[in-house]
C-alpha cells in the first residue's frame, strides 16, 4: 500500500518559471487555449514564483530561422499582478471571440485556491505588444510598447494550423519552454541550463488543425513525453493524464527531482512509509465495502473517490474505519487522508478497485502492448473509433499487441459474464 506524505514550504524564488503544459488548437475556428505549468528548480523546489513580464508567444523566428514560418506580429506577457504564484499552479490563456467548449469560468486570481487560473486574453492580468516580433521586422523584442485593454485580441499569438510553435520566455526575453508542430522544423532553440540547453523540439510533424498537444511525464524537454490527440479532448484546467496529475503533484510537493527529469518516481506518489495505514476493500452486493486501519493514532479520516486517478470528491469525513460505497464506478479509486492529533501530518493513500468484474486494464494512454488482469479471459476484446466504427478485433488474453494508429478510442470487451466498455489513448511508443 502506498502511503504518501506531503510538507508544504513557501518562499519567493526568481530562478524558477513556467512550462507548456498543454495547448489547443479547438475544435474549430480559433477556439485555441494555452496551459502552462509552474514549476521550481533544483535550489528552489517550491515557494512561490514572479511571472512578472514572462512572455507568451507563437513562433518569434528562432525555430526554423525562418521570420516568415507561423511568425505573428508581438507576443503577451503577464503584467506585474502575477508576483507570487504557487509551484504545481495550472495557468490557462484562451481566446475569448471563440471560447473552447472545455473551457472553465474565468479565474484569473485563483479565487478558490484550487492552483487554477483561468485567464481571457483581454485580462487586465496580461500586456501585449502588437509590433514584435514579426516575419518582417526579425525575431527581437526590443523596443517594444506595452498595452493592456479588453480590446486585446488572440491574433497576437494565434496558432497556425499547419505548423507554429508555442512558448514561453523569461522577463529578458531568453528562450525557456516551447515547442513547434506541423511545417516548422530545425533549427531550434536551446532550453536553457537548467534544462541542461539541450535543443527544443517538433512535438509531431502532421498539421495541428483541430489537435491537442499535452505533456503526460515526466521531462518536458522531451518530445516523446508530449502527446497529440483530439482538440475535442482537450483538458483545460485540468491535469492530462493520471501521470500528469502526479507530475504536478510532486512539483507542489517538492518531491520532483529537477537533476534528473526523466527519473521515473517524478511519476510516482513518494512512498515512505506502507505499514502506517492498511485498506482493503471488497464487493458486497453490487456495494464496495473500504476498511482501513492504521498503527499510527489518527483522530479523523477524510476518504474521497475517483473514477480517473486524479479528480477526487470527498466522500466522508468519518472518525470510524470502514465506509460502504453503494454507487461504485467502474473503475473505483479511493484517497484517503488521516490527521493526527495536532494536525500536523497527513496521510494520503491511492487505492485502485478496478470494478465489480475484476478486471484491470493497463497502461492507458496505452503505447503498442495492452495488459488484462482478469479471471475470466474467455471473450474478446473490440476498439472502436469515435464515431462507432470497429477497427480492431482481437480474442481475449493476458496481454495484446494494438495496432491502431495514435487517437483515443472505445474500448470493449466482452465475456461470458460481463460486458465493459472504457475509453482508451493509443500514442506513439517511446
Avoid at 80 to 104: H, R
Avoid at 232 to 244: E, M, R, S, W
Avoid at 318 to 331: A, C, K, M, W
Avoid at 393 to 421: A, H, M, Q, V
Wanted: one cysteine or more; charged letters at 15%; aromatic letters at 12%.
Amino acid at each position: 500500500m502506498k502511503v504518501l506524505f506531503f510538507l508544504l514550504f513557501s518562499f519567493t524564488c526568481f530562478s524558477q518559471g513556467v512550462i507548456i503544459n498543454e495547448v489547443s488548437n479547438g475544435t474549430g475556428g480559433t477556439k485555441e487555449f494555452v496551459e502552462l505549468l509552474v514549476v521550481g528548480s533544483n535550489s528552489s523546489p517550491t515557494g512561490l514564483v514572479d511571472l512578472t513580464h514572462w512572455v507568451i508567444d507563437d513562433n518569434n523566428g528562432d525555430f526554423e530561422a525562418s521570420i516568415g514560418t507561423g511568425v505573428a506580429a508581438g507576443h503577451y506577457r503577464f503584467t506585474s499582478l502575477f508576483p507570487s504564484v504557487p509551484t504545481g499552479s495550472l495557468i490557462v490563456i484562451y481566446n475569448t471571440l471563440d471560447i473552447n467548449l472545455n473551457m472553465l469560468p474565468d479565474d484569473p486570481t485563483d479565487s478558490n485556491n484550487d492552483s487554477i487560473y483561468i485567464i481571457p486574453i483581454n485580462s487586465i492580468y496580461l500586456e501585449r505588444c502588437t509590433s514584435l516580433p514579426s516575419s518582417t521586422l526579425g525575431t527581437s523584442y526590443i523596443p517594444c510598447t506595452y498595452t493592456s485593454s479588453i480590446t486585446q485580441t488572440w491574433n497576437v499569438i494565434g496558432l497556425r494550423n499547419r505548423g507554429d510553435v508555442i512558448q514561453v520566455r523569461k522577463p529578458d526575453y531568453s528562450f525557456y519552454h516551447g515547442f513547434s508542430y506541423g511545417d516548422v522544423g530545425n533549427p531550434f532553440p536551446n532550453f536553457p541550463i537548467e534544462f541542461n540547453s539541450k535543443p527544443s523540439f517538433k512535438v509531431k510533424p502532421n498539421t495541428g488543425r483541430r489537435k491537442c498537444y499535452f505533456l503526460d511525464c515526466p521531462d518536458w524537454t522531451e518530445k516523446s513525453n508530449y502527446i497529440k490527440g483530439p482538440a475535442i479532448d482537450d483538458t483545460p484546467g485540468v491535469a492530462n493524464t493520471i501521470n500528469n496529475q502526479i507530475l504536478i503533484n510532486n512539483i507542489k510537493d517538492g518531491t520532483f527531482d529537477y537533476t534528473d527529469f526523466s527519473n521515473i518516481n517524478n511519476c510516482d506518489p513518494l512512498i515512505l512509509d506502507e505499514s502506517s495505514i492498511n485498506i482493503t476493500t471488497e464487493y458486497i452486493n453490487d456495494n464496495i465495502l473500504i476498511k482501513w486501519n492504521s498503527n499510527t493514532e489518527y483522530y479523523k479520516y477524510e476518504l474521497y473517490k475517483s473514477n480517473n486517478g486524479y479528480l477526487f470528491n470527498l466522500l466522508k469525513t468519518t472518525n470510524q474505519l470502514n465506509y460502504i460505497d453503494s454507487l461504485p464506478n467502474e473503475d473505483n479509486y479511493y484517497k484517503l487522508i488521516g490527521y493526527n492529533l495536532n494536525d500536523s501530518l497527513t496521510t494520503n493513500i491511492v487505492y485502485q478497485e478496478g470494478n465489480k468484474h475484476n478486471i484491470k486494464i493497463y497502461p492507458n494512454p496505452v503505447y503498442n502492448k495492452l495488459n488484462i488482469i482478469t479471471n475470466n479471459y474467455n471473450g474478446t476484446l473490440y476498439i472502436y473509433d469515435i464515431i462507432g466504427n470497429l477497427i480492431f478485433e482481437s480474442k481475449l488474453k493476458r496481454s495484446i499487441d494494438i495496432n491502431i494508429p495514435n487517437g483515443n478510442y472505445i474500448l470493449k470487451i466482452k465475456t461470458n459474464s460481463f460486458i465493459i466498455t472504457k475509453k482508451i489513448i493509443k500514442i506513439q511508443n517511446k
